[in-house]
């Protein structure tokens, strides 16, 4: 009967071993796929701290940048839809992080058309202003000369009358 006992006892040992060594395998995919997830949560908060910082550039070009916003919300989708692909998100991820590169540049260009137009409409404004202080200085010169002749025929006229070339 002892040795029965020692023959199930070591039975049971063995079978703990091999659970322990199988808990192990189980542990380090679990630490595997915790790394994993926080590499894949770190890139996600990098990209949601780029499009909060992207935030009043879409303000100041709403208007062009109305027919993303469709864009955004699938990416918000798939992101939410993710939860299971670990793997498969970290290929996603660079794949958003190079459409966001795109929109830098759009950005920029953007902004640097912006600087051109305002350069030009500040030109503009200048020249207006010009022109109306010329038209003003035109108008002040005419009324002036007109106010000479309009004199001057007044003159003429007074002389005339009074030698009585002229009626009173």
């Known amino acids: 009967m002892d040795n029965e006992n020692t023959k ?13 060594s199988k808990l192990e395998a189980v542990n380090g995919r679990l630490d595997t796929m915790d790394s994993k ?43 939410d839809g993710m939860d299971s692909r670990f793997d498969k998100m970290e290929d996603r991820l660079n794949g958003i992080d190079f459409r966001f590169d795109k929109i830098d540049v759009r950005f920029d260009w ?30 002040m010169s005419t009324n002036k000369k007109l106010r000479r002749l309009l004199d001057g025929i007044e003159t003429i006229e007074e002389i005339l009358k009074i030698n009585h070339l002229m009626p009173a």
């Open 8 to 20: 199930m006892f070591s039975t049971i040992l063995s079978c703990l071993n091999k659970m322990d």
């Open 37 to 79: 997830f926080d590499k894949v949560e770190d890139r996600f908060n990098r990209v949601e701290s780029r499009l909060d910082g992207m935030d009043s550039r879409f303000d100041k070009i709403e208007g062009r940048l109305d027919g993303m916003d469709s864009r955004f919300d699938k990416m918000e989708g798939r992101l």
């Open 110 to 139: 953007t902004d640097s058309r912006l600087e051109v137009l305002t350069a030009r409409q500040n030109k503009m404004t200048r020249q207006l202003s010009e022109l109306r202080l010329i038209q003003n200085m035109f108008m």
